[in-house]
């Protein structure tokens, strides 16, 4: 126990978020996009409010970089907590759901041989597994907002750093996808849980996407006024969020040697996608696929994460995908 109970602390402190997409798939959210919309544009005006009264000068670009910051840099934002512990958010699993049933049926959860492990387990899940909500059709994870404005806020600055010393923006961008790709290799993806996950890094590229469009051609953009800086339109969450946010679609690697959590991933995930192919195969699962398909236009890191996999430099997350699975 002397020896587990630093490693339980450390757990507490540095885990990352992760989402089991399959667990929500028996109860698929409501769409909370008008409720997610309010809440952000609310920060998002506390942002605005507060750079008019300290920082009236600053250029567009350091406003824009300023209202990303204002939700936070670190794991587990101030709005993703609220969330997690709101009653108005339709959400999967509810906060209505017991603890000890709420990941029975998680694709990461394996048979133990002794109670203490399967305790321990459970304790882990609950540490890991984040919410599903539901953003415009699209189910995604609520650590994925996190990462839309924390990550999105570093790629940005990375980007706007790198562009002092790099020929291209192709090249700066390519230097803040680095960042999201470092993070997910080691302390934010296999390190701490087992999981590289794809959808993590296209929710930080579209935060970044955002921070650029307040300054160039978004819907939603900065101008200045007699009272400071403010929107010229409110911020929808749905211009942003895609199908590749969704890790079902846009499928993790799972790693088998062991994290932080002291759950390795691969194997246990390997064993469980298949007892969903029948759900998969319903109708009901089939028409989200075929609405993502509908849609599902792969950004520049998309793109760009796929080059790097073809190349050998990054896991191939392709036999953990569910299409494959089932198929086979």
């Known amino acids: 126990m002397k020896y587990l109970l630093p490693i339980l602390i450390l757990n507490v402190f540095i885990f990352a978020g992760e989402v089991d997409q399959y667990l929500a798939w028996n109860q698929l959210p409501n769409d909370e996009s008008h409720y997610l919309n309010k809440l952000f544009n609310e920060e998002i005006q506390e942002a605005l409010d507060d750079i008019n009264k300290k920082h009236s000068d600053c250029s567009c670009e350091e406003a824009a970089g300023r209202i990303l910051k204002h939700f936070g840099i670190g794991l587990n934002t101030p709005l993703e907590k609220q969330l997690k512990s709101s009653t108005q958010l339709d959400k999967y699993p509810p906060n209505e759901i017991h603890i000890s049933e709420r990941y029975k049926k998680s694709i990461f959860r394996r048979e133990l041989p002794f109670k203490n492990l399967e305790k321990y387990q459970d304790y882990s899940l609950e540490i890991q597994i984040d919410e599903v909500v539901n953003v415009g059709g699209i189910y995604i994870g609520l650590d994925k907002l996190t990462h839309f404005t924390a990550s999105g806020f570093l790629y940005y600055k990375i980007y706007r750093l790198a562009l002092e010393f790099v020929e291209s923006k192709e090249a700066a961008m390519q230097m803040a996808i680095a960042m999201g790709i470092y993070g997910e290799k080691y302390i934010l993806g296999k390190i701490s849980s087992g999981v590289f996950s794809?959808?993590?890094?296209?929710?930080?590229?579209?935060?970044?996407?955002?921070?650029?469009?307040?300054?160039?051609?978004?819907?939603?953009r900065l101008k200045r006024s007699g009272k400071g800086w403010e929107l010229s339109s409110s911020f929808d969450l749905r211009d942003y969020v895609n199908p590749f946010w969704d890790e079902s679609y846009n499928p993790s690697y799972y790693y088998e040697n062991q994290n932080l959590s002291l759950m390795p991933k691969s194997q246990a995930v390997l064993q469980n996608i298949p007892h969903y192919c029948l759900m998969f195969q319903s109708d009901r699962i089939q028409g989200v696929f075929d609405y993502y398909d509908s849609m599902a236009k792969p950004s520049y890191s998309v793109k760009y994460l796929q080059q790097l996999i073809d190349k050998g430099e990054l896991p191939d997350p392709s036999p953990f995908y569910i299409r494959t699975i089932c198929e086979e």
Do not use: H, M, P, V
């Open 198 to 220: 794809f959808a993590d890094l296209e929710s930080n590229y579209q935060g970044f996407l955002f921070a650029l469009d307040l300054c160039n051609s978004g819907s939603t």
